[in-house]
């Protein structure tokens, strides 16, 4: 399948995906407590999607993952499973990413919280990942090349000291969860595919504080974590490119672009 572009009208049912996936993160938050299970977070949420919304968590049995959510601790990189025996701690760092089925379209969002106390050296990696994600949003209009994204991002990234995971990127998004192109999150300018109006996709940066390098968990199949396991950090946004710039369709009410 090859890259869609999507109609005004597609992009108005995206628009809707969009902010019911960026609802549920402006939901979830109070919740996000010293001593809650990642589990408890999955049914908060799940019950939000479904019974507020009306909507789907695109999340629950995609390629068999089990829950609706995923919450990723620590030095959990991506794709961690919420679990009733996972309690969030003072101190700890967790990535909530969300995705809704609304009238076919998806919307896809994650941000980080921070436990309590967090260290200074956690509060500035989230921070940074936050920081390369909206200079990456900045980028996006027509004509601009994902590579020059890519790169923006990981300049950004390295000249801070940390690294970007390779294995994970973001993706184009529609009526199909994951569709091209990849978006890498590293690359050389003047690459890869230009942007064109109508597009839809993700960017999704993962910044790792050591070493880019990712394992996937034998046991359950999923849970990504850094090999040395020191921290990582991801923030995401689901957005359309515009004639004039791009929308960011999974905006929290926090934000400005
Ligand atoms: N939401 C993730 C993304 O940003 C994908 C999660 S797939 C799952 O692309 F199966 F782990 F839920
Ligand atoms: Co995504
Ligand atoms: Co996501």
Redesign the pocket.
Known sequence: MAVTIKTTEEIALMREAGRLASEVLEMIEPHVQVGVSTGELDRICHDYIVNTQKAIP??LN??G?P?S??TSVNHVI??GIPSDTKILKDGDIINI???VIKNGFHG?T?KMFLLGNAPIHAQRLVKTTQEALYLAIDMVKPGVRLGDIGHAIQQYAESRHYSVVRE?C??GIGRI??EEPQVLHYGKPNTGLELKTGMTF?I?PMINAGSRYTRLSKSDG?TVTTKDRRLSAQW?HTLAVLDDGCEVLTKRSEERF
Do not use: M, V
């Open positions: 695109a999340p995609y390629n993952f829950k959510i995923c991506c794709h990413d969300i995705t896809d994650s994970y973001g993706h969860f994951h993700t999704e999923w995401e």
